[in-house]
């Protein structure tokens, strides 16, 4: 069965660093592309980027390049979300999600549960 | 870079009902269009990907259409547990999400 385990909600201040994870399992993790998607309250969904495990290829949203970084790690299954220096503004909820075809970027068909990331002072 | 307008923005229908939103990009986006049902508190579920194809275990009530930049996706029969927001999305170098059409029972 197929699954993506994310990581526990997280309360932070503004200007800490945070890396959140999504495990992948029942599946060959490193060769399906896995996106992040976040969720402001109330708001509609952004894709952050997307990432293949296999080789690291990086691809961000224009609105997220620099202000992010994803990564993966193929010996533990797991993609990360991480920031240097959050900003209130970064309060959402993040999901991770599976491409749907071995090797290619198309639709995304298994969601994680999502990380809720909430940064006050 | 692509952008995607959804209409609706939000919608009540009765049970029961034929429903249709659409997702209109400003470029051509070939067929590589996806639907995706999200309700409160959830993550968001895969529909139709490619613009036409149901995902598993989908009902055959929401079918999707379209081509090129108009695309529809549609619900024969409204049923209760379809309140949700629906959410196109397109990739051609980045990938991109319609701004969400909320449906509701009337």
Request: with cysteine; aromatic share 12%.
């Amino acid at each position: 069965e197929v699954q993506l385990e994310q990581s526990g909600a997280e309360v932070k201040k503004p200007g800490e660093s945070l890396k959140i994870a999504c495990k992948g399992s029942g599946y060959s993790f490193p060769y399906y592309w896995i996106g992040w998607v976040r969720q402001m309250p109330g708001e509609g969904l952004e894709w952050i980027g997307i990432i293949y495990p296999d080789d690291s290829d990086t691809r961000y949203s224009p609105s997220f390049q620099g202000q992010v970084t994803l990564s993966a790690d193929k010996s533990t299954s797991t993609t990360y979300l991480q920031w240097s220096s959050l900003k209130a503004s970064d309060t959402a909820m993040y999901f991770c999600a599976r491409g749907r075809e071995l090797a290619a970027i198309s639709a995304f068909d298994f969601w994680g549960q999502g990380t809720k990331v909430t940064v006050s002072s | 870079d692509i952008q995607m307008t959804q209409s609706p923005s939000s919608l009540s229908a009765s049970v029961g009902d034929r429903v249709t939103i659409t997702c209109q990009a400003s470029q051509d986006t070939s067929n590589f269009l996806n639907w995706y049902q999200q309700k409160p508190g959830k993550a968001p579920k895969l529909l139709i990907y490619d613009s036409s194809n149901l995902e598993t275990g989908v009902p055959s009530r929401f079918s999707g259409s379209g081509s090129g930049t108009n695309f529809i996706l549609a619900i024969s029969s409204l049923q209760p547990e379809d309140i949700a927001t629906y959410y196109c999305q397109q990739y051609d170098h980045v990938l991109r999400f319609g701004g969400g059409t909320k449906v509701e029972i009337k």
